[in-house]
């Protein structure tokens, strides 16, 4: 199996593990639907921003997923 898949498999587990890191996240997570939930009609710009960043907080889950997914695949191929 490729050392790089292993490597990235064994980091993202950690992250994903990490508690404090899991936190950090939500507080990011429930920051930004606050802006949406708090934010006036006029300030678009402001949700925008808030809606970005949920969509990196989301693609960031994603990328730990699949390089979990990545180390399972490859050691069922062997």
Excluded: C, P, Y
């Excluded at 990490?18 to 606050?34: E, G, L, N, S």
């Amino acid at each position: 199996m490729n050392v790089d898949i292993t490597i990235k498999a064994e980091e993202a587990r950690r992250l994903k593990e990490d508690t404090a890191f899991q936190d950090f996240m939500q507080d990011v997570r429930d920051d930004q639907i606050r802006i949406f939930t708090t934010s006036g009609a006029t300030d678009i710009e402001l949700r925008e921003e808030a809606h970005a960043i949920l969509r990196a907080l989301e693609q960031l889950q994603s990328k730990l997923d699949a390089a979990i997914d990545a180390q399972t695949i490859a050691s069922k191929l062997r």
